[in-house]
């Protein structure tokens, strides 16, 4: 009886075949592999999708690898990034290397942030973005967008510049429409609005938006974001929130709020720059602010996550340890938390660190050392990135 059962799915397969459905069929099964191994932020764009640069054999020659690439299969459910900084990456071979090798999601560290994409009023530049992008788009990377709306990246001739309350609504409207249309379907994920909340969460950040515009500007940024790309995830993102407490509590209510009112956010960012010594985040209290984000619907990300605090001549292996238990715990707990789409790191190595330049110290807050060599909590990441 059994071996007639398969002899009859043996009878099938060939006439299927011989049909000339082998394409079809392959083609299906494939499609279901890629949409398994394709995090939730990325839905199945046209790799032909919106080019508006209008330099057709650069963009075709990145159309046609990223068709290529995409056949690949990708390593994990949730996305590895790292914030790029482009002049290392087309300076330093092992920087590249360890990006390709290991990463599968890019955050420009800084070219998309508005003071250098509008660089005076109504003037853009995106050359920096643009190669941050073409690269990601060539090696099989999705980009997460960011720099809009954020107060430290309001340029000078904006925040100097005098103007009206309309004037810098028509002003933040142009940005985020120019700069979201230009990368429509190869950015699929943007960082909205970043950091709007004051440092302990008790009101809403006194910064440039706020004042000239005044708590609105919030609710805007989305709605036009929304309108520069329908399809994009879009993200309220901030720092200190991980853990319950004040700062979390304002930031669930702001998103509480905007989601009352029907703004179309479809994610929160948590940024994650933490220390070994304090703000150490544990699984069950980050897991409880995930749980409570996730019930409103909303996806999540890891955005910047550093753990510092390795200072001196020498990590000890304890600190290593320690820094790798931290890195492993939050990207199993990304892992475990189905509306968990990203973990992202603030760089690639510790060799350039945003931490040193703000803190002078030495530190050691990411996953590979000053010579590109893989540290414990690299290790500890893809290990819980692999496991199911
Ligand atoms: C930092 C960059 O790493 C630096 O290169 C830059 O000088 C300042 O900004 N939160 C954020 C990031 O959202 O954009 C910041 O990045 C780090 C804190």
């Not at 009859?8 to 299927?16: F, K, R, S, T």
């Not at 482009?86 to 508005?114: C, G, K, M, Q």
């Not at 004042?211 to 989305?222: L, R, S, V």
């Amino acid at each position: 009886m059994r071996s007639r059962k398969w002899l009859w799915l043996v009878a099938v397969l060939v006439v299927l075949v011989s049909a000339g459905t082998y394409p079809l069929w392959t083609t299906w099964i494939t499609g279901i592999t890629q949409a398994t191994n394709t995090s939730a932020t990325t839905p199945q764009r046209h790799p032909l999708a919106a080019d508006s640069r209008g330099s057709a054999a650069a963009s075709s020659l990145a159309t046609a690898q990223a068709i290529a690439q995409t056949q690949k299969k990708r390593p994990y459910r949730v996305e590895l990034g790292t914030a790029v900084q482009l002049d290392v990456l087309t300076s330093e071979t092992p920087y590249r290397d360890t990006l390709t090798s290991h990463f599968t999601s890019i955050t420009p560290e800084n070219a998309l942030d508005f003071r250098w994409t509008e660089p005076g009023p109504g003037v853009y530049d995106f050359k920096a973005a643009d190669d941050l992008v073409d690269f990601a788009v060539a090696h099989n990377m999705t980009v997460f967008g960011n720099g809009l709306v954020w107060y430290q990246a309001v340029p000078d001739w904006l925040k100097n510049g005098q103007y009206t309350r309309s004037q810098v609504i028509a002003i933040l409207h142009d940005h985020i429409y120019t700069v979201m249309s230009r990368y429509r379907g190869r950015i699929d994920s943007w960082e909205v609005v970043n950091e709007a909340l004051s440092n302990d969460g008790s009101a809403l950040r006194d910064n440039f938006w706020l004042q000239k515009i005044g708590p609105d500007y919030i609710a805007m940024a989305f709605r036009w974001a929304r309108e520069a790309d329908p399809d994009a995830t879009l993200y309220y993102n901030d720092y200190g929130a991980e853990m319950p407490g004040p700062k979390f509590e304002a930031l669930y209510n702001l998103v509480t709020g905007l989601k009352k009112e029907g703004t179309p956010i479809s994610g929160v960012g948590f940024q994650m720059h933490v220390n070994l010594s304090y703000l150490k985040p544990t699984m069950q209290g980050v897991s409880a602010n995930f749980v409570r984000i996730n019930s409103l619907g909303l996806k999540i990300r890891i955005t910047e996550m550093d753990v510092r605090g390795l200072t001196g001549n020498g990590a000890t292996q304890q600190q290593l340890d320690e820094q790798a238990n931290l890195y492993g715990s939050m990207a199993t707990l990304c892992m475990h938390t189905k509306a968990c789409v990203a973990l992202t790191v603030w760089g690639v190595t510790d060799k350039y660190t945003w931490i040193d330049a703000l803190f002078h110290t030495e530190d050691r807050p990411l996953l590979f050392d000053r010579s590109y060599r893989p540290k414990p909590a690299f290790y500890a990441v893809r290990y819980a990135l692999k496991t199911p």
